[in-house]
């Protein structure tokens, strides 16, 4: 039986990972051009959506730029997770 805590964080997790893909699909939009978005939930666990595609890693990056959803730059070459 799962218990309602680990249903709540499920529940959650598919919301991140949907609006993942309509983060993509946004930024798609607006620049005319494919690009990869990263949802890192840990240290050790991203989901990476590219090309109508959502994998899984275990290696988060640590290049480029990481941007919020406003589309702010809020880090440059740095970690993407605390």
Do not use: A, W
């Not at 983060?23 to 051009?33: A, D, G, P």
């Not at 939930?41 to 275990?58: A, D």
Request: glycine share 6%; no cysteine.
């Amino acid at each position: 039986m799962v218990s309602k805590q680990s249903h709540i964080i499920e529940v959650i997790h598919e919301t991140l990972i949907e609006l993942t893909k309509d983060v993509s699909n946004y930024f798609e939009h607006q620049t005319k051009k494919e690009v990869q978005v990263s949802l890192v939930e840990g240290q050790n666990t991203g989901y990476y959506y590219e090309s109508g595609e959502i994998e899984f890693f275990e290696s988060i990056p640590s290049e480029g730029v990481l941007k919020d959803i406003r589309d702010e730059v809020i880090g440059l070459d740095t970690k993407h997770y605390k």
